[in-house]
C-alpha cells in the first residue's frame, strides 16, 4: 500500500513511518521542511512540502497527525489560535488533496485516518467516557471538535473517515514520559493536585498498532477512543512510575502552583477522562499493553 502521513516526524508519526517501512508499504511525509524530515525518517519514505507533491502517486490510505504541540507554550489568545490553525489547515489541505485527485480522475484513498485527543471529552471528573459522552465545554473540546470537523468532508468524496482520540502516548524517547521522567528519576515526583482526576494513556506501539487496524478493516468509521482500556488517576500513574524507577513520588505540585505557572494549560495537567476504547474494543482490536504498569515495565525497565 501508499500510504500520505503528516505529521510523519513526530513522536506518533516517526514510529508509524517505520512500522510501515518494515511491512513493506510505500510511504509518503508531509513536512514543513522536507530535507529535515527526510534525514529523520527510514530512508525509504518520501517527503514533500504538502499533500499536493504527490499528486502523481495517489495513495491508498491517509494518516493524519500534524498540529502545533499541545503543551510547547503557554495558551495565549496567539497560542490557542495556533494549536486550532495548525490542525484545522493541515487536515483541510488534505480534503482539498482528494478533490484534486477526484478532479484529475486519478484514485482517491480508501480511508483517512485523522487525530483528535482526549481533550475532545474535556474534563469529566469521575465518570466513565466513552465515544458517546457529551463532551464538556473548554477549550480542549473546542480545539478536537473542530480538527474533527475539518475532516468531515473528506466523507462526501467516498473516503472513510477513522478519527483517533488519543489518549496520553508513552514510550522512550518524547511525549509525556520525557517530561516526567527528570524530576521522579531524581525522587522528586508527585502527584498533581489531589491526583484524583484521569490520565488516559496509550503505549505508542498499541496506538501505531490501532492505526494500521483503522487502516485494514475496511466498515471502521467515525471516532474511536485511543486509550488503553486501564485509564488510571495521575496519583496512580505518579505511584507507578516511581515504582517502575525505584524512587518515592512524595513530592506533589498543588494545583494553584500549576496553575500559577501555567495558566489555562494547567488544566492538562489538572482535569482529565476515565475514556475507554469501547469502540476499538467491539472492533476487535486488542492493546498489547492494556495495563500501566505491563507498559513502563516494557518502556523503562531493564
Ligand atoms: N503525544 C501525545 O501524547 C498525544 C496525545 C493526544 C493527541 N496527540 C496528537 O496526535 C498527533 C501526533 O502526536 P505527536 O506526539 O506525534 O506530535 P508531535 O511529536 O508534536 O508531532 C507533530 C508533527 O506535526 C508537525 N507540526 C508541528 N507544529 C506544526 C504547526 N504549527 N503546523 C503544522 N504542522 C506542525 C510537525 O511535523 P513537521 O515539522 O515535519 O512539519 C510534527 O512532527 C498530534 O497532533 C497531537 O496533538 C498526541
Known sequence: MRILVTGGTGFVG??????????????????????QAARGLPRECNAGKSA??????????????????????RWSDAQKKRLISSRVEATTALVEFCKALQKADKPLPAVMVSGSAMGYYGDQGQKKV???????????????????????????????????RIGLVLDEGGGT???MLPPFKLGLGGRFGDGRQFMPWVHREDLVEAILYLINKSGLEGPFNAGAPHPVTNREFSQTLARHLNRPAIFPVP????????????????????????????????????????????????
Open 14 to 35: 516517526k514510529r508509524l513511518c517505520e512500522k510501515l517501512i518494515d511491512g513493506g508499504h510505500q510511504v509518503d511525509v508531509v513536512s514543513r521542511s522536507p530535507s
Open 52 to 73: 499536493m507533491a504527490f499528486i502523481d502517486t495517489p495513495p491508498d490510505a491517509i494518516v493524519n497527525l500534524a498540529g502545533e504541540p499541545i503543551a510547547g507554550k
Open 130 to 164: 466513552d465515544e458517546e459522552t457529551p463532551p464538556h465545554p473548554e477549550f480542549a473540546h473546542r480545539l478536537c471538535a473542530q480538527w474533527e470537523a475539518a475532516a468531515e468532508p473528506i466523507k462526501a468524496l467516498g473516503v472513510r473517515l477513522a478519527i483517533l
Open 177 to 179: 514520559l520525557a517530561k
Open 255 to 302: 494545583a494553584f502552583v500549576l496553575k500559577a505557572g501555567l495558566g489555562e494549560m494547567s488544566r492538562l495537567l489538572l482535569t482529565g477522562a476515565d475514556m475507554r476504547p469501547e469502540r476499538l474494543h467491539a472492533a476487535g482490536f486488542n492493546f498489547g499493553y492494556p495495563t500501566l504498569d505491563k507498559a513502563l515495565a516494557d518502556i523503562l525497565d531493564d
